[in-house]
């Protein structure tokens, strides 16, 4: 195994890398070479050549290096490399370790040395940090070569702390665009399906200007329509709604863009019915858009539930078993069920009455929030702030009027 070590002259480092290169050219070629004419060879190979296009040399040898090197002697490899890359001038250095990074992530077969060329990656991104926006060019190359690579899982604890680093690395919208759409990727491989929508939802929620829309985005929106209605735990579409590459799906010429749009709708404001009438009008949608009918209709009657605790929570929030039946379209019979579903998903907090068939629901998820909404969220905070003020004063007369004897 070699071993390059780095407080070597930069000369003398640049020798024995470009030896262990012409050891591993002979090894590939079935040759036995004595060391004299090993060193002959790399003398031929090094001779006249300046530092960064020496530097370059040794990058596109690669492939080689993966090939017939150990992961060891890899890792070695390039940590020597980074330490002859550092003592170059700044724009020179800079090209080269573009160079470096980009043939970590690009050499096939991408399998080949991959847990030690995202070691390396990771190595990169600790060491060149004197520009926060190359780092973050070398987090997304990382991002990159772990989810064409299927190593994804391993870099999920880096985003606890992401929004942080994106504001460091000054990233443009369009670098933003590319990363979202990276950690998209990576919760989506990671099978983290709920955090993976998120993440498209962000990137969607990027665009300002119908005209930055492509057909690639379009796409993009159709998916995050699709799973917004088949991940189990996603119950707000309202904001997801508002985005504008979601807007132009409505009405698009192409038929199922159409139809994730209209379903969203659904989803957003209306209730089992309307659900069932579409899914009746349109018999082969579900099994185009790859979504399973009985979990799509339970999630509408949850969502239906959630409509009618927001419509009787203004009064006494108490609703009986016949009406909640109605509107899920199911018998009375069933309505626990879904009340109790409903409570455990997080969708409403209720109390059920077995003995007077009703159900109490003290607060229930806002499936939108229009004017009118806004002026009962107005009216309680004016209550709640007259309730407090109602309550101070009465303890600041208990205080005046100081113990009693």
Known sequence: MATFVDLLPEKELGNILTEFIVRLQNKSAGKTAQDEEVTKTAASLTGGKEPADLLRFFLTQVPLLFKEASDKEVENFFFA??????????????????EAVDQLVTTQP?????STRIKILVHVYNIFDE???????????????????????????????????????????????????????????????????????????????ESEITNDDLEEAYNACVEAIRIPNVYRYDDLAQLLPIKKLQGHSNELYNKSHQLLTIYLQEDVKSLLQFINNNPEVLKQL???????TEKIRLLSIASIGASVSAQSG????????TKLDVEEGEVEYYVVLSITQGVIDAKIDQL?????????????????????????????????????????????QGPQV
Request: a positive charge; glycine letters at 4%; proline letters at 1%.
């Open 81 to 98: 490399v980074f330490n002859l890359i550092k003592k170059l001038d700044h724009e020179s250095g800079k090209k080269v370790i573009e």
């Open 110 to 114: 991408l399998q080949d040395k991959s």
């Open 131 to 209: 520009n926060p926006t190359a780092r973050g060019g070398y987090f997304l190359s990382l991002l990159e070569y772990s989810n064409r690579s299927h190593h994804a899982e391993v870099l999920l604890p880096q985003f606890k702390d992401i929004d942080r680093r994106i504001v460091e690395w000054g990233l443009s919208r369009k670098e933003k665009q590319r990363l979202y759409k990276h950690i998209r990727n990576t919760y989506r491989n990671a099978v983290r399906g709920k955090e993976a929508y998120d993440w498209s939802v962000r990137y969607l929620s990027l665009f300002d200007s």
């Open 290 to 296: 790859v979504l399973e009918g009985d979990a799509i």
């Open 318 to 325: 108490q609703v009986g078993y016949g009406t909640i039946a």
């Open 356 to 400: 007077t068939r009703t159900v109490t629901i003290t607060r229930s998820l806002q499936r939108t929030f229009s004017t009118e909404e806004w002026k009962q969220l107005s009216q309680h905070l004016s209550v709640w702030t007259n309730n407090v003020k109602l309550l101070l004063k009465t303890l600041n007369e208990c205080k005046q």
